[in-house]
């Protein structure tokens, strides 16, 4: 079993839906939960930290279900900017590094 | 957030040769970390860079293979030794930063390694 895995996608939406991504993670002493967003070519940006009372910045909410070991990150209102894969990571066990999820790819159609 | 820069952003290497990444931060930080992202996969963790210390390396990589230095708290430098062509990959460092008492790590541009 993955540590951290993902539904690898593809999601086609077309712009202004709601999509929702889910994440399960296996070490129930992970500490940290991250949201990072990744374009092609390009390194992987973080996009929200992801706390226990759930938290929203925009258009992006994300929650965290520390029983169920499963984290989610809603887009609404998606812009076809918001096209990218998105990486559900986490501190495992306490370490301060990460370990990522294969991505979930998002592609926003006009 | 902080600014990081890697050099060089991409090379072409012949198998059997060395390659030494440098990752530079705009701020003193504490902790430092190297990654591997293979095509089509997602980011490995390779070491954690130690300022005065020997790096920490995860399982499936040794010092040998990947040397890490950290002479400072701005600056680490990375070797893909003995290179074969299934160390094409990017290579990214990342540093990480405290915000309202919560640890979050930012990456650089990454390194694009190709070798033939």
């Known amino acids: 079993r993955k540590e951290v895995e993902q539904d690898p996608g593809p999601f086609n939406v077309p712009e202004g839906a709601t999509v929702a991504f889910n994440c399960t993670y296996s070490?129930?002493?992970?500490?940290?939960f991250f949201w990072y967003r990744q374009d092609c070519r390009k390194e992987p940006k973080l996009l929200m930290s992801?706390?226990?009372s759930g938290n929203e910045d925009g258009r992006f909410t994300a929650q965290l279900n520390r029983a169920s070991q499963y984290i989610s990150l809603l887009i609404r209102d998606s812009k076809l900017s918001d096209s990218a894969t998105y990486l559900c990571?986490?501190?495992?066990?306490?370490?301060?590094?990460?370990?990522f999820g294969s991505g979930t790819r998002l592609q926003v159609q006009p | 957030s902080a600014v990081i820069s890697q050099k060089p952003s991409r090379d072409i290497c012949q198998r059997g040769t060395s390659l030494t990444i440098q990752c530079q931060v705009d701020?003193?930080?504490?902790?430092m970390f190297w990654y591997r992202q293979q095509p089509g996969q997602s980011l490995t963790l390779i070491a954690t860079a130690n300022q005065g210390s020997e790096a920490t390396y995860e399982s499936g990589f040794v010092i040998d293979k990947f040397p890490i230095s950290r002479p400072n708290l701005t600056f680490s430098t990375l070797t893909v030794s003995n290179m074969s062509p299934e160390d094409s990959s990017i290579y990214l460092c990342?540093?990480?930063?405290?915000?309202?008492?919560?640890?979050?790590?930012?990456f650089g541009p990454g390194t694009r390694l190709t070798v033939t």
């Open positions: 990342s540093v990480e930063t405290s915000r309202d008492r919560a640890y979050e790590q930012y």
């Open positions: 990571v986490v501190n495992m066990g306490g370490r301060r590094a990460l370990t």
């Open positions: 992801v706390y226990s």
């Open positions: 070490n129930s002493a992970s500490q940290s």
């Open positions: 701020s003193q930080v504490t902790m």
